[in-house]
């Protein structure tokens, strides 16, 4: 690392060129008490053009400055929620300029006329900026009253499966977290959790493809961000959020955040609960094979019935110990309720589809996880500038208590009663994940940035798998069929990264390094499982202004994805009468790299093609065992990967009362490689994605959104997924001075998000059609109490990515 710091410092000098000025733009920034106000946003604009060249915060005196500017014709713009915007439209920097003082911006109340016009700033839906696409959620008021999980289903290029996958633009590999913080959580236990979490909570979701060099390395999909709303005004003020609806079944959610600030502290608490109960009918259809001949087939009909409940509440304390330093302590705590009722009818039929039996199959799974984090940071600022340091210290605690009880009975091909098999299935396991970070930011002349860190965790994993028959009443461990493990897994890291502009190209170039040294011990055999690797993870942003209307943006970087912490334990369990999960000790990472050019014109409409390698592509593909009735699911290990996606994205404001965002995924995902000597290389085809958002603004008081998405049938190995369609509609009125307001959601109003399945392996074809019942209509009222100033603290977490893989 060492040698990787010399080589970015030798960059930063060769490239410092001396026709950059040394000019500081600074000011104030009161109210109309003419107090200061702090955490104000203030944005540097180049003239003509008025595109962001800058942006910074007031401090806790209302100061802000800008450092290292060129000579130009500047626009400053000073904007904070509930006062109307302060613009300076005019600033002048010559070649003799050191210091250039806009001495006093004073910003008033938005409930004040000037003129009798009220000024109203209205955030944009989607914005696009060099690393991310950041969608607004509060301006798409059909997400009102739904969950987090809802959510991700409607953003631009997110595809999320039946079984709670989360694609981006086609691709797995997508590491979710939460407020910058991994979650710690398998995909099942993420959208259990999620589906519990209501989207009223949620200020923002970032997108990145190709996340900068700063954030780790885990995920070969990109990062999706869900940033939670923190209400930090000063003095006591909060929302509250009540929902309720009806689909198949009820559901309910409710959210209150808190928050009181005073210029010494800043103390919030976010707490929501929530219940859904869920119904789904998977119709399946197994043809086993002996070559080309069909050898057995079974024809099952499964019945799901899915409650969720959770509790999560989330305090955070701010300490500002002096105007440059803050300790920030913050806590988290997830009780989670989960029962899953399946009953399965199957079918058995010989190669001729003569009846040769049949068996009942009924599972409920329940599950009471509870996790908490704790965590501490510390954050200096050395200057104004932007010089500062922070440290980052934390721990996470992970109890999962799954059972599962099965019956099955066999009948003869009359209908006559054969057998019966009951077991009960324990897989209890805890996890702890310590996590520790600094971070230092340089900045550097001509409007640069060098940002550089240093990261390391440790995750250990106590696995308890035991599998019981119940013979006469009482439960007989089978330690044939159990599994006793402990794992750990220590990742160092380190990184660099500079941006910088140069006249109409903007740079941002980053290096990171990590080392994972992983260790797992099977109890019962003895047997131990090592890996320990180190890659680099390069990542590379252009950012071209062509001329005042179109911008070219061109990113490459170098990602992984490593197994979850569950798919590494060889524990065998049913998850329906003839399938089961095996998790697979020998998994390696995926290793990825990604590439994508972008073409903007005025920043409303956007052309992305972007191309994907990837080496030991993760997936769970379907085995036949070899008594060649039963099957295993089992993650594996596809030795290449190669993927292709455009979009094409229009974002506009048609018309004073109406604006629609609009987006249109073409990908296709391309595989070679081989399991069990079967072939996978496979061509492939394209699929379609279009999510399209459009917003009729009615009267100040009154607002209409209608979304709809499809996506055609898309392709994972030797799994085939079939279209779907989705159609919603929302009517929002807002309430009490715009303090409240209550929305009327209807989601999936055609029904139609069901959609056919097919899987082809080695001497297995399955057929299946899953009926998803997602309509509903939600009815949310939500209530904002308070009127201090806005303000906002960040913090993130040293032990982000590792939480994305602990889990069921």
């Known amino acids: 690392m060492i040698r990787l710091l010399l080589i970015f410092l030798v960059i930063y000098l060769v490239s410092t060129p001396l026709v950059y000025g040394q000019c500081t733009i600074k000011g104030r920034v009161i109210d109309e008490k003419k107090l200061s106000m702090p955490l104000v946003t203030i944005r540097l604009k180049k003239l003509p053009d008025t595109t962001l060249y800058k942006a910074a915060s007031t401090d806790l005196s209302g100061n802000f400055t800008f450092n290292n500017l060129p ?22 920097i010559n070649p003799t300029d050191t210091v250039l003082d806009v001495g006093l911006l004073q910003l008033n109340p938005s409930s004040k006329m000037l003129g009798e016009v009220t000024i109203t700033a209205r955030t944009p839906l989607i914005e696009k900026q060099i690393d991310k696409t950041v969608v607004n959620v509060d301006q798409n008021i059909a997400n009102t009253g739904t969950s987090a999980f809802e959510l991700l289903k409607k953003l631009p290029g997110v595809q999320v499966s039946p079984d709670g996958t989360i694609t981006l633009n086609g691709k797995s590999g997508v590491n979710v977290i939460i407020d910058g913080k991994t979650t710690y959580l398998s995909a099942d236990d993420l959208a259990n959790l999620l589906t519990n979490t209501p989207s009223s909570d949620i200020q923002k979701i970032e997108i990145m493809t190709n996340p900068s060099a700063k954030y780790d390395a885990e995920g070969t999909g990109g990062i999706i961000n869900i940033v939670r709303k923190k209400n930090s005004k000063s003095g006591l003020n909060g929302s509250l959020t009540e929902s309720i609806g009806q689909g198949h079944f009820s559901r309910y959610n409710n959210s209150l955040v808190l928050n009181y600030k005073t210029n010494k502290y800043n103390l919030y608490l976010n707490n929501s609960y929530g219940y859904s109960k869920g119904f789904s009918v998977n119709d399946v259809t197994s043809d086993i094979m002996n070559g080309s001949a069909l050898s057995t087939e079974q024809v099952s009909t499964n019945t799901g019935v899915t409650i969720n409940k959770a509790y999560n509440s989330s305090a955070g304390l701010d300490l500002y110990l002096s105007k440059k330093t803050t300790l920030t302590l913050t806590g988290s705590l997830s009780d989670r309720g989960y029962n899953n009722n399946l009953t399965s009818v199957m079918t058995i039929a010989d190669s001729n589809r003569n009846k040769t039996g049949s068996e009942n199959f009924s599972a409920i799974n329940a599950d009471k996880p509870l996790n908490f984090t704790s965590g501490i940071q510390l954050l200096h600022k050395l200057d104004t500038a932007g010089r500062a340091w922070s440290a980052d210290v934390d721990y996470s605690n992970y ?8 019956t099955t009975v066999n009948y003869d091909p009359s209908g006559s009663f054969l057998s019966q098999d009951n077991v009960f299935i324990d897989e209890s396991r805890t996890l702890h994940i310590f996590g520790a970070r600094a971070d230092y930011v340089q900045p550097l002349p001509g409007n640069g940035k060098l940002e550089t860190g240093l990261k390391s965790s440790y995750v250990k994993t106590f696995n308890n798998s035991t599998y019981y028959n119940q013979l006469d009443g009482q439960n007989v461990i089978d330690l044939a069929l159990s599994d006793y493990n402990i794992t750990s897994e220590n990742i160092n890291a380190a990184y660099i990264n500079f941006n910088r502009q140069y006249q109409e190209l903007t740079v941002q170039a980053g290096l990171r390094a990590e080392q994972t040294v992983m260790k797992g011990q099977q109890l019962l055999t003895n047997v131990s499982v090592d890996q320990i690797y180190f890659e680099l993870f390069p990542t590379i942003f252009l950012n071209y202004k062509l001329n005042d209307q179109n911008t070219l943006n061109f990113q490459f970087g170098r990602r992984v994805d490593r197994p979850d912490y569950h798919e590494l334990v060889p524990f065998r369990r049913p998850l329906t009468p003839t399938i089961y999960f095996e998790g697979n000790p020998n998994l390696k990472p995926d290793l990825n790299w990604h590439s994508e050019l972008t073409w903007s014109w005025q920043n409303t409409f956007f052309i ?5 390698i990837d080496r030991n592509y993760l997936r769970t593909l379907y085995y036949l065992d070899s008594n060649k009735t039963t099957i295993t699911r089992m993650p594996t290990n596809v030795q290449g990967a190669h993927s292709w996606n455009v979009d094409i994205s229009y974002n506009k404001e048609l018309a004073k009362w109406v604006t629609t965002n609009t987006t249109v995924t073409f990908y296709q995902n391309l595989f070679n490689g081989s399991a069990d000597g079967f072939s996978l290389d496979d061509s492939g085809f394209a699929t379609v994605d279009l999510v399209t958002n459009n917003s009729f603004r009615c009267s100040d008081k009154l607002l209409l959104e209608a979304d709809f998405e499809y996506e055609s049938k898309r392709q994972f190995v030797g799994s085939v997924f079939g279209a779907y369609s989705t159609l919603s509609f929302a009517l929002k009125q807002k309430l009490f001075n715009d303090q409240g307001s209550i929305t009327i959601n209807a989601n999936n109003v055609l029904n139609t998000e069901s959609r056919s399945a097919t899987d082809h392996y080695l001497n297995l074809n399955q057929y299946g059609y899953l009926y998803i019942y997602s309509r509903a209509v939600m009815v949310t ?6 009127n201090g100033k806005l303000s906002k603290t960040q913090n993130r977490s040293g032990s982000e990515e590792e939480q994305h893989r602990a889990g069921n």
């Open 71 to 92: 000579r130009g014709n500047y626009a400053l713009e000073a904007d904070l929620m509930g006062y109307l915007s302060v613009i300076k439209p005019e600033l002048t």
């Open 608 to 612: 992305t093609a972007a191309y994907d």
């Open 399 to 406: 109890k999962y208590r799954p059972g599962q009880y099965n």
């Open 781 to 786: 009222f939500n209530y904002r109490f308070g």
